[in-house]
């Protein structure tokens, strides 16, 4: 019993200390402009509790009646950056003196603080841009001969970074020659931060955990889906000028359609009995559009895919694809080229500009075009040594896999179970390397490979090959694009065909083999008559990896990977419990 009181003690101190000690770049909050170290010392549990108790008695003293407040009107308002759009230095060369402005309002996040005597000088952060506000205790007490000295230590003692405030004040330029404002009255505070906000944060578990977080303390984070915002609305605007309408397909329906992948599957109450499915590509539906009349339609939304997480992988993604009625292979290459070599300019020049914490990329070779083309089976005959045998033999299979064997070829990660995997693995081993030289487009794939393109025989090879090519740059496929199958009769053949080989595959080896595309009502509405067809997809998070010099996709999405957004949930019940 003696021993308890001096274990609660010890406990005491070691929960006091424990964001301080052993846990460095975890959310420890810093101190405050008047040297308030007590606060920076506690756990973020701690933090919040103290803070409120803060305001409760700040309330007594007539400051923060509310630390939640409705937002009043105000005429003469605006954003940081509206702001310092308006007075540039060179606009105010006659505003020496503050008192001949006109009053504004600010709103914005506190970034960081200082104070000397009875001056303060508050930094905040308002859409990406932010200003410097001065409070000086004497022009304050001008304005409002009410307001106490003690009340202006007391907002002092009790601002925090991460608090959202307003400032009221008449903009001027400050020693250095920057734009600032001049307060003419104590801060308003808006929204209090209850957890600390840290001025650093590396810690991975900690910021895949608090993303929000993560994105107010590191710029590169908020800068990279910044630069996604740029690109989704480039390339809106790219097909909108060429006579493009952007439509929105059904995401939830029987039929996954397009893609071969594994769909995830759900049900609904109102139709119990069914298995509904998340798509995994919006392509079915954007050419029954076309069937309809609508002849250049594109859509940039959501793809679902249940298969694995790595760096390029997630199965929540967001697919742009367009399909364009009479287009042949050379026109979707062509404006494939126009799409990314104006893209790599638009990024370069917005990085430059505004995303100061990202790389800027090197668009050299985007840039220059016609980009390189290679025929895929006379680069990987070449790289192989041997001419491939009849790729629509019923034997195919069998015998490209003896001769691989026999020619000492090994396939990392063993021999995929179908054709069309193989050759895909293969075409990964020999032939997309080469886009490190520069944008490689691979064309005229296996038949076999692509169920939904238009097929001919190749007069170079004689094999059955589908008009289709592929984007790879730096190793990493960008865009896919073929001649759509349009012939109903053919396409059931095809896809009854890809089903068939996905049936008799190995499942247990092959967990994706029955995920082949079969839609039934998708074959009775190109019967209506589907003109001939040019088709585009391309996965918008490749586009931002490439350009923003991301590693992992994780960076590129708003809360990262399916991986963290289930962790989210499970840190929230963890920290409930």
């Known amino acids: 019993m003696e021993n308890q009181p001096q274990q609660k003690k010890k406990k005491k101190k070691q929960d006091s200390v424990e964001d301080v000690a052993g846990k460095q770049n975890k959310l420890a909050g810093p101190e405050s402009i008047w040297g308030n170290v007590a606060l920076a010392s506690l756990s973020p549990s701690k933090y919040k509790k103290a803070r409120s108790k803060r305001f409760e008695q700040a309330a007594q003293n007539d400051l923060f009646k509310e630390t939640h407040p409705r937002l009043v009107h105000r005429t003469k308002h605006m954003s940081v950056p509206e702001f310092n759009k308006k007075w540039r230095k060179e606009q105010l060369q006659n505003l020496e003196d503050p008192s001949e402005s006109e009053v504004v309002t600010l709103y914005g996040r506190v970034k960081s603080a200082r ?16 200003i410097q506000g001065e409070f000086n205790y004497k022009n304050l007490a001008a304005s409002d001969p009410m307001l106490r000295k003690e009340t202006f230590k007391l907002f002092g003692r009790m601002v925090e970074r991460g608090d959202h405030i307003s400032i009221t004040g008449k903009p001027h330029r400050d020693k250095r020659g920057f734009v600032a404002i001049n307060a003419i009255m104590l801060p308003e505070l808006l929204s209090p931060a209850l957890e600390p906000i840290p001025e650093s944060l590396t810690d991975p ?56 992948a594994r769909a995830f599957t759900t049900s609904a109450t109102e139709f119990p009995s069914r298995e509904l499915a998340l798509r995994v590509a919006p392509e079915l539906w954007l050419k029954r559009l076309v069937v309809g ?53 638009h990024c370069r020049n917005v990085i430059a500009s505004d995303l100061a914490s990202l790389p800027r990329p090197d668009v050299a070779k985007l840039v220059n075009r016609p980009y390189r083309q290679l025929e895929f089976i006379p680069t990987l005959e070449e790289a192989l040594g041997f001419r491939l045998p009849k790729l629509t033999g019923k034997d195919a299979y069998t015998e490209l896999v003896a001769i691989l064997t026999l020619s000492g070829i090994k396939i990392p990660g063993g021999v995929p179970p179908t054709m069309a995997k193989l050759l895909d693995r293969l075409a990964g081993i020999y032939i997309e390397p080469k886009s490190f030289e520069g944008p490689l487009f691979v064309t005229h794939h296996p038949a076999c490979m692509s169920p939904l393109a238009k097929s001919f025989l190749c007069p170079k090879t004689y094999q059955l090959v589908s008009a289709r090519t592929e984007l790879f740059v730096n190793g990493r496929e960008l865009a896919n694009m073929y001649e759509e199958e349009n012939d109903p009769y053919a396409q059931a053949q095809k896809l009854a065909e890809h089903k068939l080989l996905g049936t008799n595959a190995d499942k247990a080896a092959d967990p994706d083999a029955e995920d082949a595309p079969l839609d039934k009502s998708y074959i009775r509405a190109i019967e209506a008559g589907l003109p001939p067809t040019g088709g585009w997809g391309c996965g918008v998070e490749r586009l931002v990896m490439l350009f923003s010099g991301a590693n992992r996709i994780s960076d590129c999405l708003s809360f990262g990977t399916l991986r963290n957004v289930v962790g989210l949930s499970s840190e929230a019940k963890k920290t409930e419990s």
């Open 293 to 345: 009349g609508v002849h250049n339609v594109f859509e940039i939304g959501p793809a679902f895919r249940n298969e694995g997480i790595d760096g390029t992988h997630n199965p929540e993604f967001t697919m742009c694809e367009f399909y364009s009625a009479y287009a042949t292979l050379p026109e979707l290459i062509a404006r494939t080229e126009d799409l990314l070599s104006g893209l790599a300019l």
């Open 205 to 260: 578990e900690t910021r895949s955990q608090k993303r929000h977080v993560d994105m107010i303390v590191n710029p590169e984070v908020a800068d990279t889906l910044r630069l996604r915002a740029h690109i989704t609305k480039y390339m809106r605007d790219f097909f909108h000028d060429r006579r493009f309408l952007e439509f929105q397909t059904p995401i939830l329906a029987e039929n996954a359609g397009g893609a071969v």
């Open 115 to 130: 104070s000397h005597g009875l001056i303060m000088f508050i930094s905040i952060v308002n859409e990406f841009e932010h």
